[in-house]
């Protein structure tokens, strides 16, 4: 499913669809828990990943990041548990809940999120879900993800503030795809700029190259050769300003180089599925691209640490684990033992902090966070607007 595939990709997409990345080595064998407490004075929380399975790594690596945030942040009044979703998401959440667990971190997959939130809502426990989903937010239901809307308006919203009004749009199918394009007409008419053109494609070459063509074509620019050759006709002017790929770095490097050829100086723009794409900076085509997402400092720091404990580095979505344990942990100290979790403090609005930079969730559910806009360069990636540290400034 879409879903489940989106959950393997590092850049924080979880919930809809995105292309395979390379992946660390698989980290150890979680921990469970966060040291000897004297239980009657202890809260329980639970963490809803697969441990085993296609998604195993990705879940070990969000639960050891989740059991480190508790340690850091001496969480010791809560008891942190892990539970299995591999070989079913309801029958883990049902032993969860069971078990006296009155807050659920996770599950990581939009499917598995629709299976427990019934099981969590008529317990009373809300959820706190690594998805990327919109769709399953609200009625206790609380997305962590990073949500590919957010990314869109920040990096549209930089472009326009640099001049930039006319838009293009290379968008993939299915359901992330159909998000992605609503959010991008949204931020640019929003911003006042103009979308020219935009095009869809699956994720294989015939499919792609066909995008860039009628793209290119639309524009009146230039064309592309049956043998992959540019054919651009003299005085012509670019049909639009910018370019936004909205999939993953591995599509953009595919891309890139045929706009590049064909419509001479576009500003590309990405969103933080690029984030995890280090070999952006080695293609010339990408050169000066602008992409939004979370800030990856902290995040560094955390890898390094995680690096040192479980001698294997974790995936990117495991700060994910870490901010939500910590968010626990932080609303935890006004949290009797023993009694419902207060998830009246989820609304917040001075929000949180984390790995991730600040975030706080909407009316929705949806965690709203603050992002950066880097460009990428010969070096790697340069933060050319820095994140709000909060949401007072």
Known sequence: MLARLFALSLAA????????????TPPPPVVEDNGPVAEEN??????????????????????????????????????????????????????????GNRLILGPLLAEDVRAVAPIARAGGVPLI???????????GVYVM?????????????????????????????????????VAFTKAVNDSGGRVVAMQNYTRDGASITAAVKKL????GKAQ?????????????????????????????????????????????????????????????AMSGAWFASVPDGTFRQLASRYRARFNASPYRLSSLGYDAALLAVKVGKSWAPRTPFPRAALADGGGFSGIDGAFRFNGSGVAERMLEINQITANGFDAVSPAPRSFGE
């Open 13 to 24: 997409t979880i919930a809809a669809c995105a292309p395979t990345v390379k992946r660390p």
């Open 42 to 99: 202890r809260n329980r929380v639970a963490v809803l990943v697969p441990t085993t399975g296609p998604n195993g790594a990705l879940g070990r690596s969000i639960a050891n990041a989740a059991s480190m945030a508790m340690l850091d942040a001496n969480g010791r009044n809560i008891r942190l548990t892990v539970y299995n979703t591999a070989a079913g998401a309801a029958s883990a959440a049902q032993r969860a809940l069971a078990e």
């Open 129 to 139: 879900t690594f998805s990327n989903d919109v769709s399953v937010a609200g009625n």
């Open 145 to 181: 993800g990073f949500v590919p809307a957010q990314s869109i308006e920040r990096v549209v919203s930089y472009a326009r503030s640099r001049g930039i009004e006319r838009f293009a749009g290379l968008i993939p199918a299915g359901v992330y795809g159909q998000r992605a394009s």
């Open 216 to 219: 290119i074509g639309a524009t």
């Open 224 to 284: 592309i050769r049956p043998d992959g050759s540019v054919a651009a006709p003299r005085g012509s002017a670019a049909g639009f300003d910018a370019l936004l790929i909205a999939d993953s770095g591995r599509i953009a490097l595919i891309t890139a180089p045929m706009l590049s050829k064909a419509s001479g100086h576009v500003q590309l723009l990405g969103t933080e599925l690029w984030n995890t794409e280090p070999g952006l900076a080695k293609a010339p």
